[in-house]
């Protein structure tokens, strides 16, 4: 291994939260019956005339806009031909040498520092159907169902592809490892969602890769043979078929073998990778312009438009919220990894909470409940406005912090406010000196073989105490004052 470099090239198939498709007004909704959001225009009938969907464009663009990407002038699209059963129209409506934006990069942390992965491009296109194989071992069929044709999709090329001429060893710069790769497979994704673009629901096929593997040999100085593993769409299975495949390219070369060229498929149901057909090139698919699509200008007062809608992204707000709310590092890495959420805890510091308190809250008991419940944190019953007013209520000595944790509950449950559930139940905090003076003297009646014990030295049953008076006012009294009474009572 010593003499061998590994660089990773991901093709990253986005596809795009739109209403409708990419070239026609078929709904872009994930599910329904099989060949139900369907027309011609999808099958490619005779006849038929695609129509740009602008929402797919203003979508990439903001992508573009958020990985500091070049955006081109124009770009147009092809005809990227070839035959298979779950593309009707016998071609793929993509992009090619005039694609939507070139360059940019993806920041990922490695070991504590920051790394660039820099781009290739970013191009559009459409999705194809979906094979259907049939589990019965008596039959052979394949169905396929078109409603997925026409999807929009962004596919994002990390550059450089390995293996092409242009390509060095730059370990700087490209993807160098299996863990690498799905740190930069995670991060845009959250990027992208972030943008609100895609949902990147991963068992739904809204985000898949491919991904090119190819070897660096440092003796000879050049890079062995390319192969592609195809549809990949889970971060714990794309890791065990990348590691899988680049010890099949490392064991081939020590034994003085050549790589072949190929497509791989990985089966998560044996953990292998394997052959599934010999690696087409850019010939292979015969591109040619789309006669039915006129090229799309891009102009300024567009680009600019698209700026309006690019949000604060999640290593800028991750900064924001060191620096502006004092939060640790790894608090703030938590509320801004999804922008829901980094949403909902900002919400609740503008309601007027604490930052640290806020914070606290948000990353135990309101993570806690949506994780339990499988609720996203944006439709969750507890809004930010009544979760600052239950902060309040405990900030200003209504209630304390245990009962605090009790009103949450019931929040979330009945949905009510925090001051109309501490009324309703009796639960304000008992702060009355003289009030308490009498349970704690009620107390310590009970217990005289632990008040002997504790003048005795074992001052660990202090905490037993105060246990025993919160218990009897039901966890009302105030902790402070409590602890100040008994230790004022037993002294």
Same mark, same amino acid.
């Given at each position: ?23 026609? %007004? ?18 490619? &009938? ?43 129209? %016998?071609?793929?409506? /993509? ?35 979906? /094979? ?6 008596? &039959? ?127 089966? /998560? ?223």
């Amino acid at each position: 291994m010593s003499n061998y470099r590994v660089v990773i090239g991901l093709e990253i198939h986005l596809q795009l939260a739109t209403r409708t498709k990419v070239f026609c %007004g078929c709904s872009n909704e994930f599910g329904g019956e099989p060949n139900t959001h369907s027309c011609p225009v999808c099958l490619g &009938m005779p006849g038929v005339l695609p129509v740009f969907n602008r929402q797919v464009l203003e979508y990439a663009l903001r992508l573009a806009r958020a990985l500091s990407s070049n955006v081109s002038e124009r770009c147009r699209f092809v005809r990227k031909n070839y035959f298979y059963p779950d593309l009707p129209k %016998g071609y793929q409506i /993509s992009q090619f040498h005039e694609c939507l934006a070139y360059g940019g990069a993806v920041e990922i942390d490695v070991a504590g520092t920051t790394k660039r992965i820099h781009l290739d491009r970013i191009q559009i296109e459409e999705d194809a159907g979906k /094979s259907l194989h049939s589990e019965d071992s008596h &039959m052979e069929d394949t169905l396929v169902d078109v409603n997925r044709c026409g999807t929009p999709l962004l596919e994002i090329i990390s550059k450089p592809t390995p293996g092409s001429p242009d390509c060095v060893y730059d370990p700087s710069v490209y993807l160098n490892s299996p863990d690498e790769a799905i740190t930069y497979w995670v991060k845009l994704r959250q990027l992208t969602r972030y943008l609100g673009i895609s949902e990147c629901n991963m068992e739904e096929g809204n985000m898949r890769a491919d991904a090119n593997i190819s070897i660096w040999d440092e003796a000879r100085g050049s890079f062995g043979t390319k192969t592609e593993i195809k549809n990949l769409n889970s971060f714990k299975f794309a890791h065990r078929a990348l590691t899988q495949e680049i010890a099949r390219h490392i064991e081939i070369l020590s034994g003085g073998g050549k790589v072949k060229q190929e497509t791989m498929l990985y089966d /998560s149901a044996t953990d292998t990778v394997a052959p599934m057909r010999s690696k087409e090139e850019a010939h292979d698919y015969r591109y040619f312009p789309e006669p039915d699509l006129v090229p799309v200008v891009i102009t300024e007062e567009l680009l600019a438009q698209v700026r309006k809608n690019v949000p604060e992204l999640p290593d800028e707000r991750r900064k924001r919220f060191v620096s502006q709310f004092g939060l640790t590092r790894d608090a703030a890495d938590l509320l801004s990894a999804e922008r829901a959420l980094a949403d909902y805890f900002e919400g609740v510091v503008k309601s007027g909470s604490e930052p640290r308190t806020a914070a606290n809250w948000v990353m135990g008991d309101v993570l806690r409940e949506t994780n339990a419940r499988k609720v996203d944190v944006s439709i969750f019953p507890v809004s930010p406005a009544r979760l600052a007013e239950l902060i309040a209520l405990v900030a200003s000595g209504t209630i304390n912090q245990n009962v605090a944790k009790d009103v949450f509950a019931v929040m979330v449950d009945s949905g009510k406010q925090a001051s109309q559930i501490v009324e309703e139940r009796g639960l304000a905090q008992i702060s009355d000196e003289s009030a308490l003076e009498g349970v704690v003297a009620e107390v310590m009646g009970r217990f005289p073989g632990e008040v002997q014990r504790f003048r005795a030295g074992e001052v660990k049953l202090m905490g037993f105490f105060v246990g025993q008076v919160m218990k009897a006012t039901k966890g009302r009294a105030n902790p402070a004052l409590v602890n100040d009474l008994v230790r004022k009572y037993l002294s």
